[in-house]
């Protein structure tokens, strides 16, 4: 095999778990061993428990040669973000307040997971409270870019972003209230995949704000992406939020035939104030689309002007009011920059807060009406390159993402080319409960091989030694 077990995707593993060619010990302990040998560099895991990770393969080996094969992420070793709660777990949700927080039942998704056979190899590092977009941890270090260890690896989900790109994980799940999931995916170069609000529960999980947050996928691939949403979707009565629509097989519509459908690219917002590098990239990725067959037309948001506002006035209203509490008794506790933003949202009206909701309701709408005569928006998922840990550029890297979150409409990052030796990422936008749709767009650009297949070039000289 040219590749170890630990680089290869969940639809590479899936049938060779099944057919019993690997069993999931070898490779969990190949995700192990990467971890052990890699992530002093990266700092991409808070925890991980080889004993617990090597019984729950030899359960899932077991299954397997007993007929009982739930599936294509049985087997499957899979690091969360530390966000969700995993029962007699702790959970520090990247915090000093929550180091020693204990849950005494599985976040929905968890459960989902548990069900298919996956086995859990550890947690993964955050933005403090996933309020952030640099995974700059005072409690637990930063995570550094696999790519370039001087440079952040995108936030929240930066553990999840790192780890995935680094093979430490075949696949994670991210959180994402501003571009959690999104960011990091394209800063490391992997798929991230923010459903529609309402399609996964995120029942069990600590919330930034509850308007806000999505749960879903950061995988390797788009197919795997795809895989991994099937098992997380659905309704879910411990989540009020989650909507009883049909889940799809998301798989049956990665045809990469895209022929006839429609582009919309919006200049004045998604193009405005963007890095020229970004852009080339991003405006090759329409162009070999359109040489695929789709059409481009040209539309209008104005309301995403105000974009940046409602979701500024929505987070910190809602996640002021989540650490209202703590702020108050124990503001030491915070991280500085954490701190001061939890400050500050003690100070959002509730005038502040209806206008944001007023902007929200006018998006949703201008947004479902160019769905009348598009099929999907494209657009560059960063405005700048990663850039260096600490620097404070990092602050606006949410841009581009907030709109999908305000709307609540589905959204992916994916590469679309390197500059500067760091990856370029693409975000796909469709209408609500689409995703299929937008994994179909994703994976046809995907079959493009934008990155040619290059790695992080320090993981290329260490995977010589493993």
């Avoid at 930063?142 to 995108?154: D, H």
Wanted: hydrophobic share 40%.
């Amino acid at each position: 095999m040219s590749k170890e077990l630990a680089q290869l995707s969940i639809s590479e593993l899936a049938p060779m778990l099944r057919e019993r060619e690997v069993s999931p010990v070898e490779l969990t302990q190949s995700v192990i061993n990467r971890v052990k040998a890699l992530d002093k560099e990266i700092n991409s895991y808070v925890e991980y428990n080889e004993e617990k990770a090597v019984e729950s393969a030899k359960k899932a080996e077991r299954e397997i040669i007993n007929g009982e094969y739930k599936g294509a992420l049985h087997g499957i070793p899979m690091a969360l973000k530390d966000i969700l709660h995993i029962k007699g777990e702790k959970s520090a949700f990247g915090s000093k307040i929550h180091k020693d927080f204990i849950s005494n039942e599985d976040a929905t998704v968890v459960s989902k997971l548990k069900s298919t056979g996956v086995v859990f190899t550890g947690k993964l590092n955050m933005h403090e409270y996933a309020w952030g977009g640099t995974t700059n941890n005072p409690h637990f270090g930063p995570t550094r870019n696999p790519w370039n260890l001087e440079k952040i690896p995108g936030g929240s989900s930066g553990g999840s972003g790192a780890a995935v790109a680094a093979d430490l994980t075949i696949a994670s799940l991210g959180t994402d209230t501003g571009g959690s999931i999104r960011m990091p995916a394209a800063a490391c170069g992997i798929v991230g995949l923010k459903p529609t609000h309402g399609r996964v529960s995120k029942s069990g999980c600590f919330p930034l704000s509850w308007s806000l947050d999505h749960i879903g996928p950061m995988t390797k691939t788009v197919e795997d992406a795809a895989i991994l949403l099937e098992y997380i979707s659905g309704y879910d009565a411990n989540d009020p939020t989650t909507v009883s629509v049909p889940v799809d097989q998301y798989t049956s519509y990665l045809t990469g035939d895209i022929k006839g459908k429609v582009i919309g690219i919006e200049e004045d917002y998604f193009f405005h104030n963007v890095d020229e590098k970004i852009e080339l990239f991003v405006r090759k990725a329409i162009d070999q689309m359109e040489a695929m067959g789709a059409k481009v037309e040209i539309v209008k948001i104005p309301s995403l002007k105000y974009a940046q506002f409602a979701e500024m006035m929505t987070c910190y209203a809602e996640g002021g009011t989540i650490h209202a509490k703590n702020i108050r008794e124990r503001p030491e506790d915070f991280g500085e920059d954490i701190r001061l933003d939890v400050k500050l949202a003690q100070a959002i009206s509730s005038t502040d807060y209806l206008q944001a909701q007023q902007v929200r309701n006018m998006m949703k709408r201008e947004f479902a009406k160019v769905f009348e005569k598009v099929d999907v928006l494209l657009a560059p998922m960063l405005p700048i390159l990663p850039p260096d840990i600490g620097d404070l550029s990092a602050n606006n890297l949410g841009v581009f993402s907030c709109p999908a979150n305000l709307t609540g409409l589905p959204a992916i990052s994916l590469p679309c080319g390197m500059s500067e030796g760091l990856p370029v990422g693409l975000q796909i936008i469709g209408p609500a409960f689409e995703e299929g749709k937008v994994l179909n767009f994703a994976y046809a650009y995907e079959k493009t091989n934008p990155l040619k297949g290059m790695k992080p070039p320090f993981l290329m000289e260490l995977n010589k030694s493993l």
